[in-house]
C-alpha cells in the first residue's frame, strides 16, 4: 500500500495528488501501489470516504476536449480558404487573415468605384497567379466567403457538435472527427 494526499474539489472530483499535503485541505488516502488514481487522477471521484472511478466525469472532459479540438479545425478549415469557379476556370482563394483583411479592402474600392479591378493573386492547379478580380467578381467572391464560413460552421454546430454531446461512451466521442 502506498500513503498519497490527494486534492479533491467540491464536485468530489480528483484533482491531483502528491506524496505529501499540497494545502490544508488535502486528503491523506492508501492506495494499492498500482492504482490508477496515480497515473490519471483525474478520472477518480472522492465520496464519503472512498476513493471511485468516474466514468461520468471521464467522458465529460473527452466531451468538453473534443468540442475543442472540432472547434480548432473548424477555424483550420476556414483560413484554409476556398475553391471559385471564375469564368469555367476554378481557383483557390486563400482565407487566412491577412487575406479576410485584404477581401474587405477590395470590396470597399469597388463599392465606391475608386477601381474597376484589382489584380489578385489565387492558386490553380497548385500553382501561383494572377487574376483580375471586378466588381462583379467580387459580389459572387461575397457569397463564395459566406458559404465557405457557413458550411463549415454548420459542418461543427449543426452535425459534429450534437455528435459529441449524444456520444455515450469515450470510444464513440473519439471517432467523431472533423
Not at 28 to 36: L, R, T
Not at 111 to 120: A, H, Q
Request: charged share 30%.
Amino acid at each position: 500500500m502506498k500513503k498519497i494526499y490527494i486534492e479533491v474539489l467540491e464536485d468530489g472530483r480528483v484533482d491531483g495528488w502528491g506524496t505529501s499535503p499540497s494545502s490544508n485541505n488535502s486528503i491523506e488516502i492508501e492506495v494499492e501501489e498500482n492504482h490508477g488514481v496515480l497515473s490519471s487522477p483525474f478520472a477518480y471521484k472522492y465520496e464519503n470516504r472512498k476513493l471511485f472511478k468516474d466514468t461520468g466525469g471521464v467522458l465529460k472532459d473527452a466531451k468538453e476536449k473534443k468540442i475543442i479540438e472540432l472547434d480548432k479545425a473548424c477555424e483550420s478549415a476556414i483560413l484554409a480558404g476556398f475553391f471559385h469557379v471564375i469564368d469555367g476556370v476554378e481557383y483557390h482563394f486563400s482565407y487566412d487573415l491577412e487575406a479576410q483583411v485584404n477581401f474587405g479592402d477590395l470590396k470597399e474600392v469597388l463599392k465606391e468605384g475608386i477601381v474597376d479591378e484589382v489584380m489578385w493573386t489565387v492558386r490553380k492547379d497548385g500553382e501561383y497567379t494572377r487574376i483580375p478580380v471586378t466588381s462583379e467578381i467580387m459580389s459572387e467572391l461575397t457569397v463564395a466567403i459566406l458559404m465557405h464560413k457557413q458550411n463549415n460552421i454548420s459542418k461543427f454546430r449543426d452535425f459534429l457538435e450534437p455528435q459529441v454531446k449524444d456520444a455515450k461512451t469515450i470510444e464513440e466521442v473519439k471517432e467523431i472527427t472533423w
